[in-house]
């Protein structure tokens, strides 16, 4: 991947330091959650940035340890490319994959490597995954899948991600780990996407559309059990993006105004909401070690503009409604919703 700079046409970064404490009151937690959660703490903005070029929408979507940032931005034609920006604030050249057709290609999962997971949409349209190392695209499908969408990626090269089994635009979520492939859906679901999996694999985190077409959060302990579902007070539909190594998640959630929040999750059951100032959309996608947030937010004319923050602390939290949990790691060879449903083929959330 090429670097370069800022160019004109992007917009200044904004240095912007927001001290917001996420909500009011402070419930106790469970296990080694407890102390953390008695900390005080705030989410800051940092800065904001767009891929350069005029009328870019720019959608971050994971940041590593050294601060670089993979994600996706959208141009005045809606053209959609991946990018990375790097920790000393330049861009790599938009990620394109070769196989791409249709000027559709994602960029999801980056680590401390600088391998770069995403996805495309290919000459059959349909989604089909690469990892992108050195400047060398290797493409990846999930053996037997119409569809395919690597959505994280650890420093081990576990990776994380959904898949189209049959064509039925439903998708199931899957891990590799060491080079062993275990796919899983929450009972019941329409879809369910892993969105990633941390170094040291005791979480995977995501979402699920239920039979209503609700979308919630969950995560997936190292025992293989499904927490779920994960969703705010007040949210219409919660979706967990990342995470780290101190079981720090971070997502999204709706209400029902249609204002769309930031959150902060604490497993098993506390939450923190962030909004950046003056938008009614906010999303945070991304989390390293060092509690450096990637995400976005909206402008009053729709564009969306990339957000690097920091939790200082821990912030607040207040408690989610009723967890349940099942079992339900199965086998990739087990057939799970085989027949076509309602919900079309819809991409993973950004």
């Keep these: 991947m ?4 800022h160019g004109n046409s992007i917009m200044k970064p904004k240095q912007i330091f927001i001290s917001i404490l996420a909500v009011l009151f402070v419930f106790p937690l469970m296990g080694t959650f407890a102390q953390q959660a008695a900390n005080s703490g705030s989410i800051e903005v940092i800065t904001t940035f767009d891929y350069p070029g005029t009328g870019n929408s720019t959608q971050p979507q994971k940041i590593n340890e050294r601060g670089d940032i993979v994600g996706i931005y959208i141009d005045s034609l809606g053209v959609q490319r991946g990018f990375v920006r790097f920790s000393d604030g330049s861009f790599s050249a938009p990620i394109v994959d070769p196989n ?9 999962g980056i680590n401390n490597s600088r391998t770069v997971c995403g996805e495309y949409i290919g000459s059959d ?3 089909h995954s690469y990892f992108l190392s050195g400047g060398t695209f290797t493409e990846y499908n999930v053996p037997g ?6 959505l994280g990626i650890n420093d081990a090269r576990d990776f994380a991600g959904g898949f189209d089994p049959d064509g039925s635009g439903i998708f199931q979520a899957f891990v590799s780990i060491g080079g062993t492939l275990t796919s899983f859906s929450v009972p019941d679901a329409l879809s369910t996407y892993a969105y990633e999996i941390n170094n040291l694999k005791q979480l995977v985190v995501g979402y699920y ?7 919630h959060g969950y995560y997936r302990d190292a025992n293989g059990a499904l927490h779920f579902p994960i969703d705010p007070s007040g949210s219409v539909g919660t979706i967990l993006f990342g995470l780290n190594n101190r079981n720090w998640v971070v997502g999204r959630y709706p209400d029902s105004s249609g204002a769309i929040h930031g959150l902060f999750f604490l497993p098993p059951n506390q939450f923190a909401t962030f909004d950046y100032p ?3 959309v906010t999303s945070l996608n991304g989390i390293n070690d060092q509690g450096i947030i990637c995400g976005r937010y909206r402008d009053a004319s729709g564009i969306y503009h990339g957000i690097i923050a920091r939790v200082t602390g821990t912030p607040p939290t207040n408690p989610a409604g009723t967890e349940m949990k099942a079992n339900a790691s199965r086998s990739l060879v087990t057939p799970l919703h085989p027949s ?4 079309g083929d819809a991409m993973p959330a950004r």
């Excluded at 090429?2 to 700079?5: E, I, L, R």
């Excluded at 791409?100 to 999801?108: A, K, L, N």
């Excluded at 899948?145 to 690597?150: H, L, M, S």
Aim: aromatic share 6%; net charge negative; proline share 3%.
């Design 100 to 108: 791409d057709t249709v000027g559709f290609t994602h960029g999801r």
């Design 209 to 215: 559309i239920d039979s209503s077409g609700i979308l």
């Design 125 to 127: 349209g349909n989604d």
């Design 340 to 343: 076509p449903a309602a919900w």
């Design 145 to 150: 899948a119409i569809g395919t969408d690597v």
């Design 278 to 280: 003056g938008s009614t």
């Design 2 to 5: 090429s670097k370069h700079q």
